[in-house]
Structures are given as structure tokens and as C-alpha cells.
């Protein structure tokens, strides 16, 4: 699947819809992503790095949120432990078909070569059943789930995980304090300014993801998980607003 520039929001629209995962974004969603979420792509080599650390053989990983599949593809990349399959989760038809044509490229290109399997599914994470697990990974995604429904979701990963596993858990966060909210605010934009976004487009952007994307301060992600069972949730990497914790069982 060939990535486009992401010009989504470049000239002025009479009314900004609410943001979604269909066919329009999904074609510009790697350019978006990198240009909107700093660090980005530590976070996604990290996955990598953390999943050959704690993968068991003969378990599962979870990709859920998998957009166009970078994480599942780090995964997979990295992982060596035999028996490992790896499943890969997303509620939008776009960005699912995305991932499996990448997939199926991605495979002609590397014939022959040992990889870990890698099942795509479309389904809502909620709906799907987390067993005999080593890597869970939520990259951007516990943001777009409604508030009532994270406690359950991150209890389900836990009962799923096995014994020594791993949730990672990427977010956009949000700050208790007023200065450091408007803080972390300013130099998101300023960043997004700086990979060539404009005012009109960080704006119009802005008001298609309010009250579609709930983010939460640490503490709060932090309590959570150690409430869903957890014995330890602390951030390994922050860049301004967007950060990364991993999550122990």
C-alpha cells in the first residue's frame, strides 16, 4: 500500500467532521502519524526491541489498534522464539485491508525467509478474547476507547497475559497542572509546525479528534493498571505530550 501525503485537513472545510479510520485516512496515515506523534518511530523500534525480550515460545502477541500493522511488523521482525503467532486487531475495514496488501508484499519480498505468523483480524478489541499471551502491545489506541470501557479492557489484557508478560501501552497524555497542560500543548504544535503543517491544518485536525481521542494524565494510566493487576506501570520514553509505558505482569 503506497502512503500519500497527509493534506487531510490542508484547506478550509465549512464543518470538520469527526475524525475517522476510513479509507481517506488510512492512505496518508504513515506520513500523519510521523509528522504528528513525536518520537514515533523509537516507540514503534522499542516494540520490537521489548517484544524479542519478552516473547515466551509457542505464546501469542497482540497488536490491538493495529492501524496499518508497524507494530505487529516490529514484532514480528524481531521475535526468534519458536511457535510464536502474532495477532493483529483493528476496527477499520480501511486500515485492516491496508495491513493485510502490506503484508502480502512484504512476504513476496522476503520468500522463504522464517517469520512468526501474523492473523489480522477486523473486530473491535473489546470483542476479542486475550490467551496465553507474552506481548500485548496498545499503541494509540486506549485513547480512542470510551473511558468506561478502559478498566475492563486493560483487566482482560492482564487475565490474558501470561505469567512475566508485558503490556505496552502508548498514549497521548494530558497534565493536571495548567501551565504544563498549555505547555506540552504549544510544543506539540510547534513540532507539527516544524514537519510542515499549518495553523489551519493543526486547527482543523484538532477539532475533528475533540471528543474522539480522551487522553488521561500518567497517574491516572498508572492506577489503572496497577488496579487491573499489574505489579508495576512506569513510562520508559516521553516526548512532550505522547509517551510509552510498560506495564508488568
Known amino acids: 500500500m503506497t502512503s500519500k501525503k497527509d493534506s487531510l485537513y490542508a484547506y478550509p472545510l465549512g464543518e470538520v467532521a469527526a475524525f475517522q479510520f476510513d479509507n481517506t485516512v488510512a492512505n496518508v496515515f504513515p506520513d500523519m502519524i510521523r509528522r504528528s506523534v513525536p518520537g514515533y518511530q523509537t516507540m514503534i523500534s522499542a516494540v ?69 505468523e501474523v492473523s489480522v483480524l477486523c473486530d473491535d478489541i473489546r470483542n476479542v478474547e486475550i490467551e496465553n499471551a507474552s506481548v500485548v502491545v496498545l499503541n494509540f489506541t486506549l485513547q480512542f476507547i470510551p473511558l468506561l470501557d478502559r478498566p475492563a479492557l486493560l483487566a482482560a489484557i492482564y487475565r490474558g497475559l501470561l505469567p512475566g508478560g508485558v503490556l505496552i501501552l502508548s ?69 512532550f505530550n505522547f509517551a510509552s509505558i510498560i506495564a508488568l505482569k
Open 48 to 116: 520490537g526491541h521489548l517484544s524479542a525480550r519478552f516473547c515466551q515460545a509457542n505464546s501469542q502477541c497482540y497488536d490491538l489498534g493495529c492501524s496499518l500493522g508497524a507494530a505487529a511488523l516490529a514484532m514480528r521482525e524481531a521475535i526468534c522464539v519458536p511457535g510464536c503467532r502474532i495477532i493483529a486487531v483493528d476496527n477499520s475495514d480501511a486500515m485492516v485491508a491496508g495491513f493485510r496488501q502490506n503484508l502480502q508484499q512484504i512476504d513476496a519480498a522476503e520468500s522463504g525467509e522464517s517469520k512468526p
Open 171 to 239: 498514549e497521548k497524555l494530558m497534565f493536571d497542572d495548567a501551565r504544563q497542560q498549555a505547555l506540552q500543548i504549544d510544543m506539540h504544535h510547534h513540532f507539527k509546525k516544524m514537519q510542515g503543517y499549518s495553523e489551519l491544518e493543526i486547527s482543523q485536525k484538532r477539532t475533528a479528534l475533540e471528543n474522539v481521542l480522551i487522553p488521561e494524565t500518567f497517574v491516572k494510566h498508572q492506577q489503572r493498571l496497577l488496579e487491573a493487576g499489574f505489579a508495576s506501570a512506569e513510562i520508559w520514553f516521553q516526548y
